[in-house]
């Protein structure tokens, strides 16, 4: 008899905790097992946008990654940059390679092993400078003179996008396109340079006429105020370099003495001219 009692009353406090245990609402963690849901991650670029031209970046991008798991929890994060071995992403890392469509693939995988479809983000970058060099050629037989301007410009990553010709600081021609060679084509006059002792000195509205006791005359390649050329290649990244010439008027061709001597000069002058002396240009 007691020993039925003892077996009743075992089952009945069974049959209570099993109750209890099945009633009593969830306290506790989510376990892992419950957990289908992939984690999710995200990216945040620094610079957040391009900091160059035409959606190009001139600096180095530093790369954050972001990942939620609401249940399970994250547990691991990788990444890699145009197809390499995955990383662990433990801490924001940098991108400092030049190049175009720059892959950075990633995902992350939480606690209950949910792996979450990979996703990516491509960057352009172009943090170097074009290559350009300037030179020119020129011929003729009088004036005005043919000059022509060569800019040999490149660029490895984005590519030329343009190159600017300038004479004394001030823009003269604009060249779009690819290249590698830019021409800007000009014409420039030849400049005399004459000084010495005269008589008979006669100026119309066409020509300077005059007798030359003692002359001496040099010649110039352009007008002497021109200081120099320059060239500026623009990449699409907006990335420049320039490079500079010797005008051609820096080239003297020579000067030499005359004796008892008439001259003639087109009547396009700078400088002075006087019954007896004359120190001036003349565009010849």
Known sequence: MRKNLIKK?????????FIGMSITPSSGNMMSSDDTTPPVTTHILDPPEPDGCNGW??????????????????NHTYYNVNGEEWKLYTEPFTISEDGEDILIEYYSVD?????EASKHVTIDMDQTIP?????YEYWGTHSPYCVEFFAFATDKTSGIERVEFYENDILKRIVYGSGPEFIWPTMFNLSMSVIGLICNLNITDDFVKFFGFIIRTGSFNTPLDVNDYIAYAYDYAGN????????????????????FKNFEFVNDYKGYLGRNFIIANFVI
């Open 131 to 135: 290559d350009v060099d300037l030179t």
């Open 9 to 17: 009353g075992l089952v009945l406090v069974i049959i209570i905790l």
């Open 240 to 259: 420049f370099a320039y490079d500079m010439v010797i005008p051609p008027c820096r080239f003297y061709q020579g000067s030499r003495i005359h004796l």
């Open 111 to 115: 606690n209950a092993g949910n792996q």
């Open 57 to 74: 970046y001139v600096s180095y991008v530093t790369v954050t990654l972001e990942a939620y798991d609401e249940m399970s929890g994250v």
